[in-house]
């Protein structure tokens, strides 16, 4: 077997809900990042041996394969095969696994990974009738922009709470307070902002085109604990989770360049060094990575003491401080060093793209070192990789 190797990852700015990217279809967006990606590494797209891109919603204009119609939309030749992959919140992070397992065992030199969201332009949809003509009546209509939707009843129903319940049960469980979770939020905001007003993000990002967008939506450069502690419970009147330590609905694209030794005339920014991923009850979900990091860390031969920087998906504070509670040998302060998806957002298609991009960049930019990137996923998933350089 041959070594993968991260040899770029580009994205765009992150948009909030019905903000600057909602004017823009998915395919699209993930034309923007295909097409930066084979420009800045400098790559005929025609040597690309497959596009695999995830999304998370496949529901409305991403719907029949969006990698292949990214593809065509970017300019790449029609020999340029793509497919969709879905794993939720970590669907590009499942391309790139996917990725890499193709290019380590031989099948490709050179694929093209990531993912994209448009959460915004997610369309509302009702069932259809398995009859020719649908009984008079109302119809339920689901909006697909995020959630549980035609849930099959024989699913147990504590199973099938929102995300935003299970954070509040998992809060309570790992004795998460609503101080340390708006602490963790205003954190997040705080090195967002630091990081893009000194150009850490600056090599990440592809902008799109006719949008004014400099840098991510969502992030609160005077966002305080003190202003967090105002906003009211979501889920459960005497609960902790609130909009201000939730990741938002938000829209995006992200391309990580992935091939073996050599086959990209550029330096790799790492090495995929392991691959982790782990179930439970798909109400425990925001705790599933702690299991799969640990799984990554030892294919790779690593544990905790060995890692200098880890990118943790932040869909909701109570997730992520469990999460970080359920590593006790790491550095809490190694975690999302400039900001996560509290301020940046998460486009769920797109944001497994975002962390492992980012850990590779910054290893890059620290001049080697070990990476851990992990996200929590609804249903009961995590994922998570380990990158060297």
């Not at 998915?26 to 040597?47: I, N, Q």
């Not at 990580?256 to 050599?262: F, I, R, T, Y």
């Not at 790779?300 to 359920?326: H, K, M, P, Y």
């Not at 400039?338 to 793209?353: E, K, V």
Request: with cysteine.
């Amino acid at each position: 077997m041959t070594a993968s190797f991260v040899y770029d990852a580009v994205r765009t700015p992150f948009g909030r809900a019905a903000g600057a990217l909602s004017g823009v279809r998915p395919d699209d967006l993930a034309a923007v990042v295909m097409k930066a990606s084979v420009e800045r590494a400098g790559l005929d797209p025609a040597r690309i041996d497959d596009v695999i891109f995830g999304d998370a919603n496949q529901a409305g204009e991403d719907n029949r394969n969006v990698a292949r119609f990214g593809a065509l939309l970017a300019g790449f030749p029609t020999s340029v095969t793509g497919v969709t992959v879905n794993r939720l919140c970590a669907s590009s992070l499942e391309a790139v696994f996917q990725g890499s397992r193709a290019i380590e065992s031989g099948d490709a030199d050179v694929i093209l990974a990531g993912g994209v969201e448009s959460m915004s332009r997610a369309p509302f949809i009702v069932e259809k009738s398995p009859k020719p003509w649908p009984a008079v009546g109302n119809q339920t209509m689901w909006n697909t922009s995020i959630g549980w939707r035609m849930v099959n009843k024989q699913l147990p129903t504590h199973w099938t709470i929102s995300n935003g319940e299970s954070a509040e049960k998992i809060a309570r469980e790992w004795g998460v307070t609503r101080e340390a979770q708006d602490e963790f939020a205003a954190r997040s905001h705080r090195l967002a902002a630091e990081a893009w007003a000194s150009g850490v993000y600056d090599d990440e990002i592809a902008q799109v085109p006719g949008v004014e967008l400099a840098r991510d939506e969502g992030i609160r450069d005077g966002s305080t604990v003190e202003k967090l502690a105002s906003l009211k419970p979501l889920f459960a009147a005497d609960g902790s989770v609130t909009a201000g330590n939730s990741s938002s609905i938000n829209d995006g694209a992200s391309a990580v360049l992935v091939g073996g030794e050599n086959a990209v005339d550029a330096e790799p920014l790492a090495r995929i060094a392991g691959r982790g991923w782990h179930g439970v009850d798909p109400d425990d979900f925001p705790i599933a990575p702690i299991e799969a990091a640990n799984k990554a860390l030892k294919r790779a031969g690593r544990t905790w003491a060995d890692v200098d920087v880890v990118e943790l998906n932040e869909a909701f504070s109570s997730q992520s401080l469990a999460c970080i509670a359920g590593w006790p040998d790491l550095d809490p302060e190694k975690v999302n060093i400039h900001g996560g998806a509290l301020a940046i957002g998460h486009p769920l298609g797109a944001s497994g793209g975002r962390v492992v991009g980012h850990a590779a960049h910054e290893l890059k930019r620290r001049g080697g070192g070990v990476a851990v990137a992990a996200l929590c996923i609804g249903v009961g998933q995590g994922l998570a990789v380990v990158l060297e350089r």
